[in-house]
């Protein structure tokens, strides 16, 4: 039996999964494509048997799964799969599933490249350098302006908002820094974060106190959509920075701006915004105190290619293979799937 895959997504890193299914001896036909719109997803995919998407891919809605009849599998190339409408895709009997530790060590060295940024004012000292402020004219420029705001690591406590693969990853790094890490998570249980060493709070308010930088490490769904906003900016302190290699619409970001300009905390670095790409009139771009990285956290040519070659793996487990998948996000499908597409 044949079957037909569509790749939405091509990048330099990706591979075509025509020849990767080739040369693994399996029939599995692949049309790819660029999809940015709802129309092109259903014109591309209508007929397809699976569907190989990027993590950042937004546009499979219930609508565009239901004009998807012979749609049975969604594989993410990625840990984040909220622009997946996976209700809907148990409704229609479609498996979704992601890459549980997909490029966890690239996102946690990127949390700890922005916590060295805001701390040590490494874009403040690079942008002062350009600006020809390290000379005779300014002399003290740099020692007014930038110096009173380094701070030590060592000592300092991170709050770690959720505690999954990649803020797991991230724990051993932090404590290198001799940092104290506290979590506020309500699905890990207590001996999970005693196992590494971590702190766990029962409430949220509690770890924006106490936290002198708060990392952002929860997926985004309807009970984590804006669950940073004024009264959580109010609870932090005011020397405090705010680090989010998550997802953008976690954070409510006219709060944010409102919160910086104020100075309810020193500053903020965004791996991620709402919305993406942002718009080049957004009022953050204009402080200082905020650093963003145009969701590059998770990149690298490694875990890219690991990436696509656990997802074309499988996509071969699931339709040749008839095996669940390994990263499967809806459980609960399973039944339905049977009743419809049989193993």
């Not at 029939?27 to 048997?49: G, L, P």
């Not at 708060?214 to 705010?242: C, D, I, W």
């Not at 905020?290 to 656990?310: E, L, M, N, W, Y």
């Amino acid at each position: 039996m044949s079957f037909k895959v569509a790749q939405l997504v091509k990048t330099t890193f990706m591979p075509d999964y025509g020849q990767v299914f080739k040369e693994a001896g399996v029939d599995i036909e692949v049309v790819i494509k660029m999809c940015r719109t709802e129309e092109e997803v259903i014109s591309t995919a209508r007929d397809a048997d699976g569907l190989l998407v990027a993590a950042a891919l937004n546009v499979l809605s219930a609508r565009v799964l239901r004009a998807l009849p012979k749609c049975r599998f969604i594989q993410s190339i990625g840990v984040g799969y909220d622009g997946i409408d996976v209700a809907a895709a148990t409704e229609q009997g479609i498996m979704v599933a992601n890459i549980p530790h997909f490029n966890a060590e690239e996102v946690s060295d990127h949390t700890m490249a922005l916590i060295l940024a805001c701390t040590r004012k490494i874009v403040a000292l690079h942008e002062a350098t350009k600006a020809g402020k390290w000379d005779s004219k300014f002399p003290l420029y740099i020692l007014r302006n930038i110096w009173p705001d380094l701070a030590r690591l060592r000592g300092q406590t991170l709050g770690l908002v959720g505690f999954g693969t990649i803020p797991q990853a991230l724990v051993p790094k932090a404590k290198a820094f001799g940092i104290h890490l506290i979590t506020y998570d309500p699905y890990a249980s207590k001996s999970l974060c005693d196992s590494f060493g971590v702190d766990k709070v029962e409430h949220l308010g509690q770890l924006l106190a106490e936290s002198d930088i708060v990392s952002l490490h929860t997926p985004l769904n309807e009970q984590t959509k804006g669950m940073m906003g004024m009264a959580q900016f109010e609870q932090m302190k005011r020397k405090a920075y705010l680090i989010n290699t998550a997802r953008g619409p976690v954070v409510d970001t006219q709060a944010l701006h409102q919160a910086l300009v104020k100075g309810l905390l020193a500053g903020a670095a965004l791996d991620v915004t709402e919305p993406e790409p942002i718009n080049i009139d957004n009022p953050l771009l204009k402080l200082d105190n905020v650093i963003i990285t145009a969701h590059s956290a998770g990149a690298s040519r490694q875990a890219i290619f690991d990436g696509c070659k656990v997802a074309g793996e499988e996509m071969i487990n699931v339709l040749i293979k008839k095996q669940w998948p390994f990263g499967l996000v809806n459980p609960q499908v399973k039944e339905k799937y049977q009743e419809k597409w049989g193993r």
